[in-house]
């Protein structure tokens, strides 16, 4: 899907200063005391004019060819430029543009969908989130803002399957031993408890429910009929057509296909005022945001590599193949389903599916969804081999036959039969080591983060989004309602790491 580069949004009305320096050695630093809001204390710290440094060529190899920007590159003016076109980067831009009168601009190294996005399995579901945990709230708060969202269309008359995908296919969580099935019996308590429609399936409920699937005696279930899924290139593409809504009131402009190299401050001022990519400067008046998922960290580290902002986030690509199959009449699913041992994917090795591979973790974990199309839809594996996207066949072995200890007709086809009618997904999730992730302002600049989302980046994107505009408009915590009240007062969602020299 490649798209020409596209710089939608026309220049804007208005002088356009062009005294800003890249971060340069040679330039006089500016002694600053950063404030930040997040740990409400006063940092001490200076902010040096520095030279601008390209990304690490082994972290971020397609950005190697990268060379000076052009003098003559376009200057455009936005209020807020968002980085990064993935479901992240999307959603915020639209929250900006239907809950504020702010201009945004996207800007993205390639277009949408072509990083974790793209291969995103879809499902929305709480069935595997932890009530009480950091991410609770934003995840409670984000499937609410889904399901308003598919309403909404609704009440228009459109139909949320045909537009975002949108499917109400309930989620069953499938335990086979019978200290998987305790376990699954305690998290549907403490999901009930916490408001959330759940039940648990015996082993003759389950047989029933999902005919397809292996079931034995000691094998039971975790049932959430109110989870749902969508379809993330159908999401990806509705939110870019709300988005281009705007663009004739001259509040959006989408700028692909356009690296982001450095950012850009004014000698006299600390705050970012521009962000240089390698086409064109754009220009932005309140804030930047990173929400270049697993890129961020590389990102980030070169954009303050030698400020006295000492920004270090953790966040790592993790590998991911999914496995699609159009026409596939042998397996039929009523819901959407997942095994008890995907739960533990924060911590790979820990996973009784988990192997080491070539010197590098690997897991496979079941996951199983029918899609809009009705293509049967096998996952996932979960890896940490650094920012190769190939398709590996081997990966491709496992996730059928872990699929197949569930769905026996599996057995009955060969995968190398299916090559022509299959398709491979893969996508690098922005893993965090502490399973959070990192939504927050920089400290002591206009630089927001919103990244790391791992494997749950469709579920939490639009409170995400809601967030991240929030903290933007300074909006007083009580406007984010309950859910990111509470969150925000736990400190969850801080950048970790060594964050900031104090
Ligand atoms: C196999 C698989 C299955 C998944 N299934 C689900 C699921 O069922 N449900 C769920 O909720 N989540 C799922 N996820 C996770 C979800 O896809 C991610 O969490 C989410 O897509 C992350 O979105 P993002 O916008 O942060 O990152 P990305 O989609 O990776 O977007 C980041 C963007 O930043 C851009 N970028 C990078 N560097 C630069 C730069 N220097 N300048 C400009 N742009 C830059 C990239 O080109 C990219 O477009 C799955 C992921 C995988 C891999």
Wanted: with cysteine; hydrophobic share 40%.
């Amino acid at each position: 899907m490649a798209m020409a580069v596209t710089s939608l949004y026309p220049l804007t009305a208005g002088p356009i200063s062009t005294n800003y320096a890249a971060y340069s050695q040679s330039s006089c630093p500016v002694s600053l005391a950063l404030r930040s809001s997040l740990f409400r204390c006063r940092i001490p710290g200076s902010f040096s004019a520095k030279k601008l440094r390209l990304p690490r060529p082994e972290s971020a190899p397609s950005m190697k060819r990268l060379k000076a920007v052009s003098a003559s590159a376009s200057h455009h003016s936005f209020d807020v430029v968002v980085v990064g076109a993935g479901i992240i980067g999307l959603s915020i831009a639209r929250q900006f543009l239907l809950e504020s009168d702010l201009s945004i601009a996207v800007v993205d190294r390639a277009v949408p969908c072509s990083g974790a996005t793209g291969a995103g399995q879809g499902y929305l579901w709480m069935a595997h989130k932890t009530p009480g945990s950091d991410t609770w709230e934003l995840a409670v708060r984000s499937r609410k803002l889904w399901e308003t969202l598919a309403n909404s269309l609704n009440d228009q008359g459109l139909n949320p399957l045909d537009i975002l995908g949108w499917m109400n296919t309930g989620s069953l969580v499938v335990g086979s031993s019978s200290e998987d099935t305790i376990k699954l019996q305690e998290r549907v308590n403490q999901l009930m408890e916490a408001g959330v429609r759940a039940e648990f399936l015996s082993s003759r409920e389950l047989e029933q429910k999902e005919p397809a699937l292996f079931v034995q005696e000691e094998s039971g279930a975790a049932f959430l009929p109110g989870d749902c899924q969508l379809d993330a290139h159908k999401a990806v593409a509705y939110i870019e057509k709300v988005n281009r809504e705007f663009i004739s009131q001259g509040r959006y402009g989408e700028f692909y296909n356009n690296p982001v190299m450095s950012l850009l401050r004014a000698y006299d001022k600390g705050e970012v005022e521009a962000v240089q990519t390698l086409k064109c400067t754009l220009h932005c008046k309140k804030a930047i945001v990173i929400a270049a998922g697993c890129w961020s960290g590389c990102l980030m580290n070169d954009l303050f590599c030698e400020s006295d902002i000492s920004v270090d986030i953790p966040v790592k690509p993790r590998k991911g193949h999914l496995l699609v199959l159009g026409n596939f009449d042998s397996v039929q699913l009523n819901h959407g389903l997942m095994e008890f041992g995907y739960m533990n994917h924060q911590n790979l090795l820990s996973n009784p599916t988990s192997s080491v591979m070539n010197g590098q973790e690997l897991s496979v974990s079941m996951t199983a969804t029918m899609d809009s199309m009705g293509n049967l839809v096998l996952g996932s594996s979960r890896q940490i081999a650094g920012y190769n996207t190939e398709v590996d066949e081997t990966i491709i072995d496992f996730i059928w036959k872990r699929a197949a200890d569930f769905f026996p007709k599996l057995r009955e086809t060969s995968i190398s039969k299916l090559r022509k009618s299959r398709k491979v997904r893969v996508g690098l999730r922005p893993y965090m080591p502490d399973g959070r992730p990192a939504i927050a302002p920089v400290p002591g600049s206009n630089v927001f983060l919103a990244a790391g989302h791992e494997g749950s980046g469709l579920s939490l994107a639009l409170g995400t989004a809601e967030m991240v505009v929030d903290m933007v408009l300074g909006k007083p915590l009580q406007e984010h309602g309950d859910a990111c009240k509470i969150e925000r007062q736990k400190q969850p969602f801080v950048l970790p790491g060594k964050r900031i020299s104090y």
